[in-house]
């Protein structure tokens, strides 16, 4: 399957937009819902995907690459290059499983940091694809977390923020040089 905004899944010496990193406050802000789903859009959503295979990325949300919009590229088969990637444009869950699940994360915009993380093992979500057409996916496992993970961007919220392990977090902070000050811990 094709899509309007396929890009080959390889890196790129100069990828086309910088990552954030944790303790910027382009990471805190909340994003905007999309109005329009036009080729402008579509161009952003090439090079958020060519950005983030250029980092060996599953996941990566507009607010990472300093776009406040509620815009999320996903590809949980980057080994596969006839899948197409995920595209969520004003993505929402619309329900999650009380079945909660521990495993770690690690994200872009915190290179080299991985620690445990608890999420719903399953969620549904509505979105508009890369059409503007309206969506809905069931998700589990890898594909569940990555969503909920570039979810909390598109609200200011990264994964350390739900770590429940400080002493395990600050030590990886510390380790990759990072401030643990950046983290605003979610109330649970």
Avoid: W
């Avoid at 949980?76 to 909660?100: C, G, H, R, V, Y």
């Avoid at 999420?119 to 496992?141: F, M, Q, V």
Wanted: aromatic share 4%.
């Amino acid at each position: 399957m094709t899509t309007l905004t396929a890009v080959e899944k390889k890196k790129l010496d100069n990828p086309p937009l910088d990552i954030h990193y944790l303790g910027d406050r382009v990471l805190r802000q909340p994003a905007k819902r999309i109005a329009k789903v036009d080729d402008k859009l579509r161009q952003t959503i090439k090079e958020m995907l060519q950005t983030m295979y250029s980092a060996d990325g599953i996941g990566l949300a507009a607010p990472q690459v300093g776009i406040h919009k509620q815009l999320i590229v996903i590809d949980i088969a980057l080994d596969q290059p006839d899948e197409p990637p995920l595209i969520l444009i004003n993505p929402k869950i619309i329900n999650s499983s009380s079945n909660l699940c521990n495993s770690e994360e690690g994200c872009l915009s915190i290179p080299g940091v991985y620690l445990e993380v608890t999420r719903p093992d399953e969620i549904e979500i509505s979105y508009k694809n890369e059409l503007g057409k309206p969506c809905k996916l069931k998700a589990t496992g890898l594909l569940s977390r990555a969503i909920q993970h570039e979810m909390d961007h598109l609200n200011g919220v990264m994964f350390v923020d739900r770590v429940n392990n400080n002493i395990a977090l600050n030590e990886e902070l510390k380790k990759r040089g990072f401030a643990a000050s950046a983290v605003k811990p979610v109330k649970k």
